[in-house]
């Protein structure tokens, strides 16, 4: 079936920090994946996707590649700000799905400054 | 903001009681999801509507229904209301049926308390 691992939190960076989110998948066939956050009260907001192989989603300077060898979708921001402190999804979406979405357990960010 | 409101915001009530929450959709997004947050059970899918029908099906339980209107706005009925029922209960639309890779659009979300 399908399933996301991710890295358990929560990770607690110092601003400026180089940050990696771990993500992998099981998944039958091509899904697509995808990274949403959820900052403090709030929803969940996509914060980028990938659909094929060696794809590069990226967004307010978060990027993650979709490797299809090593079935990863890391997530990694070069340096992060106190703003960036929320809860991280990582999800995959695929035919076998019914295309409804399969989340991670969310991984906690916190930035102190 | 992603456009699609949900209401209300908290909800707070007894064990064994029903409620109603109510989601409005993105303008033009024929699909709308369920899904329900808890520090146990993380994000799990309820269901899905699309134009009115139910299309999907997830980790719903039977004392839960749901329902898509003409108007494409949808409520999520939860009933004989358990402690464990208490969890963040979002919403989320999408313009297609879920037959691709479309992304979901996300609402505020309601905050369930049962007491």
């Known amino acids: 079936g399908n399933s996301v691992t991710q890295m358990e939190g929560p990770v607690t960076l110092s601003e400026e920090a180089f940050l990696t989110i771990n993500c992998t998948y099981t998944?039958?066939?091509?899904?697509?994946l995808f990274w949403y956050v959820q900052y403090p009260g709030e929803g969940l907001q996509l914060l980028l996707k990938?659909?094929?192989a060696d794809d590069k989603g990226s967004n307010k300077g978060f990027e993650a590649t979709y490797r299809k060898e090593t079935t990863s979708f890391h997530l990694e921001k070069g340096s992060v700000q106190v703003s960036d402190s929320a809860v991280y999804f990582c999800?995959?979406?695929?035919?076998?799905?019914?295309?409804?979405?399969?989340w991670g357990a969310g991984t906690k960010l916190i930035i102190k400054p | 903001d992603s456009g699609v409101t949900q209401t209300p915001k908290h909800l707070i009530t007894a064990t064994g009681q029903r409620v109603t929450l109510r989601c409005s959709p993105r303008?033009?997004?024929?699909?709308v999801y369920w899904y329900q947050q808890s520090l146990d059970q993380g994000l799990q899918f309820l269901i899905q509507?699309?134009?009115?029908?139910?299309?999907a099906k997830g980790n719903i339980l039977e004392r839960f229904s749901a329902q898509q209107f003409p108007d494409l706005h949808s409520e999520l009925n939860l009933s004989s209301l358990e402690l464990g029922d208490s969890a963040l209960y979002f919403c989320?639309?999408?313009?297609?049926?879920?037959?691709?890779?479309?992304?979901?659009?996300f609402g505020p979300g309601t905050r369930l308390t049962v007491t």
């Open positions: 989320a639309s999408s313009v297609d049926a879920g037959t691709s890779s479309r992304e979901q659009y």
């Open positions: 303008s033009g997004d024929l699909s």
């Open positions: 509507y699309y134009n009115g029908e139910e299309r």
């Open positions: 998944a039958t066939g091509y899904p697509s």
């Open positions: 990938a659909t094929k």
């Open positions: 999800a995959l979406i695929n035919m076998d799905s019914n295309y409804q979405l399969i």
